[in-house]
């Protein structure tokens, strides 16, 4: 059995949105969470501030615990880019976040997903 969930959080007086999806899945032996995260943050730039090209940082982390049967995997990308409109200058900070969580009850070595 599934179960969804969809969140939204939109503030336009701050420039900031999130969208959040969340997924709840129960099969027989396993429980799988997933979770998706993007949030968005938009803020004016000065006149004499450049806009400077960054490389997004991308974090990846990973954690199995045979004993109590659980596997965990987070993404995280986070970055900014700019953009123009009506002459002036827009910067977004952007922050996209995956996580699964898998449990177990079957216990065995050779039953792992995320290897």
Do not use: W
Request: proline share 4%; glycine share 4%.
């Amino acid at each position: 059995m599934k179960k969804m969930i969809f969140n939204r959080d939109v503030k336009p007086d701050r420039g900031f949105k999130r969208f959040v999806v969340s997924e709840k899945d129960f099969e027989e032996g396993t429980i799988t969470h997933v979770r998706k995260s993007f949030s968005y943050h938009m803020a004016r730039c000065p006149r004499h501030l450049e806009p400077q090209r960054t490389e997004p940082e991308v974090f990846i982390r990973k954690h199995a615990d045979q004993r109590r049967g659980l596997e965990m995997v987070k993404f995280e990308v986070k970055g900014k880019i700019y953009t123009r409109h009506d002459h002036a200058s827009y910067e977004i900070i952007f922050h996209h976040v995956l996580n699964i969580h898998i449990l177990r009850k079957d216990l065995s070595p050779n039953n792992t997903a995320l290897t």
